[in-house]
């Protein structure tokens, strides 16, 4: 089943995923951003989109953004994708006109097989990734497990649920702020790549992390008092 998840109240979506998405190349998201409110100050309301493999992520603005509003905000998400792309492991990629930044970790980076415990080594990369997240709190966090299509649903998605919530537990454990954080298990459903390959296989499973700039984070850009 899929989830379309709407953010009211005036809130931009970016997202984090922890595997394959479109990416936007040669524009930064400043320019990007301010592209949001061109013209009269276009007011956005249509959904953002799939844009991380299959999950569809909408966005409903609900006021006008003007261009100076938009590029504060892209200013701000490609300071925080640089900070991403340290971290070892991490797939760092910008799409949705630069309203997006997606971080993949494939399971296997994460988990043993079958597994829902994160390693040693994901836990250090994870750290990283909630340090970037305490130090630009204007955003909401959601998580989505994702399995191949090996096994039965009664596996796979409690597995891909399981994945998830040990992802936002850890997070938390680390101090991010539980307010922030939801998690979803979506099983085999949603694949990116082919199953008929281990390749295709390996893409599939994978957590996905999307941030969601917040309505404090829009109005500190509409004051342009964002940093």
């Known amino acids: 089943m899929k989830i379309f998840k709407f953010i009211t109240a005036g809130t ?12 936007i190349k040669n524009t930064s998201s400043a320019v ?3 592209a949001i409110g061109t013209g009269a100050g276009a007011a956005v309301g249509a959904g953002v989109g799939k844009i991380a493999g299959n999950t569809a992520v909408g966005a409903i603005i609900g006021a006008v953004i003007g261009g100076a509003t938009g590029a504060l905000i ?10 991403l792309e340290k971290i ?11 309203e997006a930044i997606k971080v993949t ?7 043993a ?5 994160l390693s040693n080594a994901s836990k250090i990369s994870l750290s990283k990734f909630a340090e970037s997240l305490k130090t630009n709190p204007d955003t909401n966090v959601e998580i989505f497990g994702h399995t191949d299509i090996t096994g039965s649903d009664a596996i796979n998605i409690p597995l891909s649920q399981q ?4 992802v936002q537990s850890y997070l938390v454990m ?54």
Not at 195 to 222: C, H, K, P, W, Y
């Open 12 to 23: 931009l979506c970016i997202c984090l995923t922890f595997s394959g998405c479109e990416t």
């Open 32 to 34: 990007k951003g301010g």
């Open 74 to 83: 892209g200013n701000k998400m490609d300071k925080q994708r640089k900070e």
């Open 88 to 98: 070892e492991g991490a797939k760092v990629e910008t799409a949705n006109n630069g």
């Open 105 to 111: 970790f494939e399971s296997g980076i994460l988990f």
């Open 113 to 117: 097989t079958n597994s829902s415990t």
């Open 163 to 166: 994945r998830a919530a040990s």
């Open 174 to 227: 680390q101090g991010v702020s539980s307010n922030r954080l939801i998690s979803y298990g979506k099983g085999s459903a949603e694949p990116i790549a082919s199953n008929d390959t281990s390749a295709g296989r390996a893409q599939n499973r994978r957590v996905e992390i999307f941030i969601l700039a917040n309505a404090q984070m829009i109005q500190a850009a509409q004051e342009g008092n964002l940093k």
